[in-house]
């Protein structure tokens, strides 16, 4: 009988042993190393895992000690752009020439280097966050030379060269305060978004995608149709593209070698860091710029080179409220923007509105939009009454100071001699670039490029322009707001108005859109003396007022 029940027992505990889950019996993990699971092993064993797991860990412990550790970052931004270059290396008589260029050019190279040293890391850091080859950072000094205020023939601006419609497109806002083309931020996510979509359209051809970055989507596509019906090859180096694209995509595979070794050409490239130079500082409206400079303790100058995206004195009222600002200055940008109230980030001014104003010309007068006097004084028309007021936003400083603004720009460029007569003239209605070069011999591309504008850019009524002009007969014509030179040369059209019943210097200077104290001095009337019917005077109509 006790044989019998031993042998129970013994049947009992195999069948234990043998309904246990596979994965307890086999993973140390889910032993308790106090007790023995099949009872067959006690705690002292030295193959044991009570014993074994702290023997395991100290060996595994010790391999990673052993094992080969991750190397720090490279403290040159050089450095790691070399290392995420991603595309395929050629050698291609097109890439030759253009490396042959840079490579005779180490001025130029080094100042390029220079202009990209407050962004580029943040451009890297953003290639290499989506995933693009870290050569594409470079394509800035294709494209624009890294000048952030650059504006091309083909209407194209900032480092990345967008085209209007091609920015809107990729969410770059643009109006007269703002210009998100030359926001070097947010047109390099632009850029990578727009990049990121030509690479899947052409099926991971990064050559095609850069192809038709430069020159559309649609070129590229037509020309590799072309190939195809022709039973060529369609890779970009068979296809037949514009002469600016076949020598676009060979520059940046030329930079590329050249970035790769350039010690070994000759070529000293200025060391950049490996780390962020700028930060964003977010506002909660709108600040002057030369008030912002201050607070941040850095050059009007800097400011607008960091922030190129503002094309006037102040930041847009409506957005974006983000700043760009050295590191080493957020601290004491944000000290100072505590002590400053927020009724002091901009000047204001209130204005008394004067018989012949008009919205555009008080907005010219002061330097702001015409939305910005409608918005801040909620009118829903144009039309004004004398002795109304209106509140103006104004710079706390000269227009002068602003020299990087595209007002200031634009005069700046303008007034850069050249060769030919200077003639300054006011844009009437049907003026067109054609024209107008007709008329005084020079080129479109010429007189667009004077004026800091693309040959397909509209003219406006009242806009000034500055041409070159190659005839000798050419006049100047003058049109201010702040200084009124001599009529003779100022006004496009002299009239003669015959004074009727019930006129007055208001109603006729409000008629005309002149100022009254002009129509006493071009009739030397006295103040005091009374018109009377019939009585002649002289205006000088600006035409181009008259139309808008």
């Not at 129970?8 to 140390?28: I, M, Y």
């Not at 590229?220 to 076949?246: C, I, Q």
């Not at 205006?539 to 139309?547: H, I, P, R």
Request: hydrophobic letters at 35%.
């Amino acid at each position: 009988m006790a044989r019998l029940a031993l042998i129970l027992a013994f049947v009992s505990l195999s069948a234990c042993n043998t309904l246990l889950p596979r994965t307890t019996q086999e993973d140390p993990a889910r032993v308790q190393p106090e007790t023995a699971v099949s009872g067959t092993r006690s705690v002292a064993d030295a193959d044991h895992p009570a014993v074994l797991w702290p023997a395991m860990r100290a060996e595994r412990e010790s391999q990673a000690d052993h094992q080969p550790t991750e190397p720090p970052p490279p403290e040159d931004l050089w450095e790691r752009i070399r290392a995420g270059f991603a595309l395929a290396d050629v050698d291609h008589p097109r890439i030759r020439t253009q490396f042959d260029w840079y490579a005779r050019h180490p001025a130029y190279m080094a100042r390029v280097a220079e202009r990209a040293r407050p962004y580029l890391y943040h451009i890297v850091d953003m290639m290499e966050e989506h995933g693009l080859p870290t050569e594409i950072a470079l394509l800035p000094i294709v494209e624009s030379a890294f000048q952030p205020f650059a504006y091309s023939h083909g209407r194209a601006a900032g480092i990345w060269q967008f085209i209007p419609a091609t920015g809107r497109r990729y969410g770059l806002k643009q109006n007269w305060w703002y210009d998100g083309r030359r926001d070097v931020l947010a047109s390099t996510r632009a850029a990578i978004e727009l990049l990121d979509n030509l690479h899947r359209e052409f099926h991971g051809d990064w050559l095609l995608a850069l192809a038709a970055y430069n020159s559309g989507s649609g070129t590229v596509r037509r020309a590799v149709r072309n190939n195809r019906r022709r039973g060529r090859p369609t890779d970009f180096w068979h296809l037949k593209l514009p002469p600016e694209t076949r020598a676009y995509v060979p520059k940046l595979l030329a930079l590329k070698k050249l970035i790769a070794s350039p010690e070994a050409y000759g070529i000293e490239l200025p060391a950049i860091p490996n780390e962020p130079y700028l930060a964003e500082v977010h506002l909660d409206g709108q600040i002057d710029l030369a008030r912002a400079a201050e607070l941040a303790d850095i050059p009007l100058d800097e400011l607008y080179r960091l922030n190129p995206g503002f094309n006037r004195w102040a930041t847009d009222p409506d957005g974006p409220h983000i700043l760009l600002i050295p590191r080493s200055k957020v601290d004491t940008f944000h000290a100072g923007l505590q002590k400053l109230p927020p009724g002091q980030r901009i000047s204001w001014i209130r204005y008394r509105i004067r018989p012949g104003d008009t919205l555009s010309t008080i907005a010219v007068r002061h330097n702001v939009s015409i939305a910005t006097l409608k918005r801040v004084n909620h009118l829903r028309g144009t039309r004004l009454r004398a002795g109304h007021s209106l509140m103006i936003p104004v710079a706390s400083r000269s227009p002068r100071d602003y020299r990087l603004s595209a007002d200031q720009r634009t005069r700046r460029l303008q007034n850069t001699p050249r060769k030919g007569t200077k003639v300054v003239y006011i844009v009437r209605p049907g003026d067109t670039f054609w024209d107008l070069s007709r008329k005084h011999g020079v080129s479109v591309r010429a007189l667009a490029k004077w004026n800091g504008m693309a040959p397909r850019d509209p003219l406006k009524p009242g806009q000034k322009l500055v041409i070159w002009s190659r005839r000798g007969n050419a006049k100047v014509v003058y049109q201010t707001v702040d200084y009124t030179p001599p009529p003779s040369r100022r006004i496009t059209k002299r009239i003669g108005y015959r004074v009727r019943k019930g006129d007055s210097l208001a109603r006729i200077s409000r008629k005309f859109r002149v100022s009254i104290s002009q129509l006493r001095r071009w009739n030397n009337l006295p103040k005091g003396k009374y018109l009377q019917p019939g009585q002649r005077l002289t205006v000088y109509v600006d035409v181009t007022a008259q139309s808008s």
